[in-house]
């Protein structure tokens, strides 16, 4: 029989972003013991990763969106081999196997991460091993090389293995020429965390914009390496800015094709809620007396239905305020 938790997991499928308002969503927990069973959950989040089938899109030139291992992993097939766009969590190495070689017969030759939390890059040392580059900004490869503290799940992240660590960085941009297409990889600036980049398809018009944009859901934001509510506002302007009524955006989580329109809800609704916080922050209420307020109230309905619930998002922007 599987507990609660358990269900939970299999439900939603968690990732790590996420853990933190795992245990507060279904109200059997407080933040408090929520933070001090996060090393818990990770190991809960591996395990139903571990059983997560893997659901592949197809989009347009070649590429795919892989959906069920972290966050959604783009693939472009092709003569120069299968360059991936994060890597999933490693418990999910069989299905994402699968999901790959049902892609074509390619090698896998370039991984590029869009940030360094573990639901991106868990996988990176076994995609390594199976023949990927790994490239990634500056600070991605700085946070995995270390030990990297996340305050918000109260957990300290390992090194991850040599094969894990990106062997090419970058500061601002970099661009690559493979399988007939130019890749764009874009720094943000700190958003997310300090590490975010975009990837864009230039002739495929289709542009993966990493945890920049949760698609329908409340986004994590992580202020231990660097986030904040105003960079995710500045980084949804960005990829507002860089995209057109026919781009295909695929967001870090949330349902896996997305669009301008879409994008500018999740924009509209960062600036709203942040708004709404700073106003009750300035007025002198305390983080719990903010979320009491409930500054989201007007988009729980439509954002609030996955795991960073209204009070745990409150709290986020609350910090960055
Ligand atoms: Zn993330």
Not at 165 to 171: C, K, S, T
Request: proline share 4%.
């Amino acid at each position: 029989m599987k507990t609660a938790k358990e269900n939970l997991l299999s439900r939603r499928h968690f990732c790590l972003c996420c853990i933190g308002g795992a245990a507060a969503l279904g109200g059997w927990l407080t933040p408090r013991q929520a933070f001090a069973e996060a090393r818990g959950l990770v190991s809960l989040i591996k395990d139903s990763a571990a059983a997560s089938p893997i659901t592949t899109h197809k989009l347009r030139n070649n590429i795919s969106v892989l959906e069920g291992s972290g966050g959604n992993i783009a693939v472009l097939t092709g003569p120069d081999g299968k360059v991936m766009v994060d890597a999933g969590i490693s418990v999910s190495r069989p299905q994402l196997t699968k999901a790959l070689d049902a892609l074509g017969n390619e090698k896998i030759t370039h991984l590029i991460n869009t940030h360094w939390h573990f639901d991106h890059a868990d996988g990176n040392a076994w995609l390594h091993s199976a023949g990927a580059r790994i490239i990634a900004q500056d600070n991605t490869r700085k946070h995995l090389a270390g030990i990297q503290r996340v305050e918000d799940w109260d957990y300290n992240f390992l090194p991850a293995p040599a094969g894990g660590i990106p062997g090419e960085v970058f500061a601002n941009e970099h661009n690559l020429k493979l399988n007939g297409l130019s890749i764009g990889l874009k720094y943000y600036e700190p958003s997310h965390t300090d590490s975010d980049i975009s990837v864009t398809f230039a002739e495929a018009n289709v542009v993966h914009v990493g945890d920049t944009f949760w698609n329908g859901i409340y986004p994590f934001i992580d202020y231990s390496t660097g986030g904040s509510i105003d960079g995710m506002i500045a980084a949804s302007n960005a990829n507002l800015a860089a995209t057109t009524n026919d781009t295909i955006i695929i967001p870090g989580h949330g349902k896996p094709l997305s669009n301008k329109a879409e994008l500018q809800d999740f924009r509209d609704m960062l600036v709203a809620i942040r708004d709404n916080v700073a106003t009750l922050k300035k007025q002198g209420k305390t983080r719990d007396e903010t979320v009491a307020a409930k500054p989201t109230a007007a988009f729980d309905a439509k954002w609030g239905q996955f795991v960073i619930d209204p009070g745990f998002f409150t709290r986020l922007v609350y910090e960055g305020v």
